[in-house]
């Protein structure tokens, strides 16, 4: 295992938000809720209006598999945006590592309420669980290294904001949100520019303060990263005989990141290299939906 060399430099990847971003989950509950409902609302549940109206009911949310739980605030305004009078009481802390089938949740409130948001919140709260299972997995598989996980762009539509925070609460990193909060240049951007050393000028010239990462594929480019002045280089698919030493001519001059043909039989070989981090699409796309009920008590 290579030892953490202590010198300082700009990690990008470093801390982060540690709750999740208001706006966009109003966004993404309204969204589902939308998805489901059409554009009748809770009204256009036709279902639910078998119920009468003044029907009040409790309800228990059980996990059936171990899991991070992951996604409480998601859920809660899934059933607040239809019915205020909904209470949730959760028996289950939010990033809690829970190993045995259990109670998570108890509902009361109006029955139609409960009926009409029960599929949207249990899709939030079981998409995001399974985000932060996976990422807790990697994670896990880290421990004792230096090098962290990072999440990436894979994300699925719609609900980026949710799975860099089901990420951070599987113990993971969040990599640039999306095209406008860093620069990430890329091959085809080297050449439309001439150069890494000209694609990092510019990026210098337009970024306002973002910082930048330039992805390299063999130790020339790594060279020519580290000369323009990369915050961040990415080690793409490199052998590892040179990942190790690009990790090392890296360090204490930006932050080093390997990604491509990462899986768990190859992360620990990667991890060995003493690279800060790892990029992982896998914690977002391949993606197991936690097993998660409501049962109408």
């Excluded at 999740?20 to 279902?47: F, I, K, Q, S, Y």
């Excluded at 209006?49 to 809660?76: H, I, N």
């Amino acid at each position: 295992m290579t030892e953490h060399n202590p010198e300082t430099v700009r990690d990008p990847f470093a801390g982060g938000p540690a709750a999740p971003d208001p706006d966009a989950l109003a966004r993404e509950v309204d969204a589902a809720l939308a998805e489901d409902l059409g554009p009748g609302g809770a009204a256009a549940d036709v279902t639910a209006a078998l119920v009468p109206a003044d029907r009040r009911a409790r309800a228990s949310v059980v996990l059936k598999e171990p899991a991070v739980l992951c996604g409480r605030a998601w859920f809660e305004r899934a059933f607040a945006r239809l019915d205020a009078n909904v209470r949730i009481d959760w028996q289950a802390a939010e990033g809690a590592r829970l190993d045995t089938p259990q109670t998570v949740a108890t509902l009361e409130g109006p029955a139609r309420a409960i009926l009409c948001a029960e599929r949207s919140a249990l899709n939030l709260l079981q998409t995001l669980s399974g985000t932060a299972t996976e990422t807790a997995r990697w994670v896990a598989r880290l421990e004792g290294f230096h090098t962290r996980i990072l999440d990436t762009r894979k994300t699925l539509p719609g609900l980026r904001h949710a799975q860099k925070y089901a990420v951070r609460c599987g113990g993971g990193h969040n990599h640039r949100l999306g095209l406008w909060d860093a620069v990430l240049i890329k091959e085809n951007h080297i050449a439309a520019c001439g150069s890494i050393a000209a694609a990092v000028e510019r990026a210098r010239a337009l970024g306002a303060g973002r910082w930048v990462e330039v992805e390299t594929e063999n130790l020339d480019e790594v060279d020519q990263a580290l000369a323009a002045g990369a915050d961040v280089i990415m080690l793409d698919e490199l052998p590892h005989a040179d990942l190790a030493t690009a990790v090392q001519r890296i360090r204490g001059r930006a932050i080093s990141e390997a990604s491509g043909g990462v899986s768990p039989e190859t992360l620990l070989q990667i991890a060995e290299t003493g690279v800060d981090y790892i990029s992982v699409g896998a914690l977002t796309k391949h993606l197991h939906a936690i097993d998660l009920s409501l049962r109408l008590d």
